[in-house]
């Protein structure tokens, strides 16, 4: 069993940064992939980026490409997402995410429908 814990989110003015990071516990994290997925009022939740299980393999959504960067510290069970450039269409929830498929090989994923554990949420506003 997986418990993923967000934190991080907040208020931002146009262009600045947050960093969210997602703690996990569970000793199995480290064999996992994980993702960030988003969701905005009224719309379905996206998946923003996603990492393999030790970090070599990732993606990005084309909508943050170029200014979200997804790591993980294994050693320290934690995922993270560094946010640039933010702007007031990355307003959402965003959840982290882990996947127990495929474990120990160089996939990621990117549908909801593969991701097994699920963390509760932390909000990003963007002002313009």
């Known amino acids: 069993q997986v418990q993923l814990v967000e934190s991080g989110g907040g208020l931002v003015q146009a262009g600045g940064s947050l960093r969210l990071s997602c703690a996990a516990s569970g000793r199995t994290f480290s064999s996992y992939a994980m993702g960030w997925f988003r969701q905005a009022p009224g719309k379905e939740r996206e998946c923003v980026a996603a990492?393999?299980?030790?970090?070599?393999?990732?993606y990005y959504a084309d909508s943050v490409k170029g200014r979200f960067t997804v790591s993980r510290d294994n050693a320290k069970n934690t995922v993270y997402l560094q946010m640039n450039s933010l702007k007031p269409e990355d307003t959402a929830v965003y959840y982290c995410a882990g996947s127990g498929r495929s474990i120990y090989s160089g996939r990621y994923y990117t549908s909801a429908d593969d991701y097994d554990y699920w963390g509760q949420g932390t909000q990003v506003t963007v002002s313009s």
């Open positions: 990492i393999s299980w030790n970090g070599g393999n990732t």
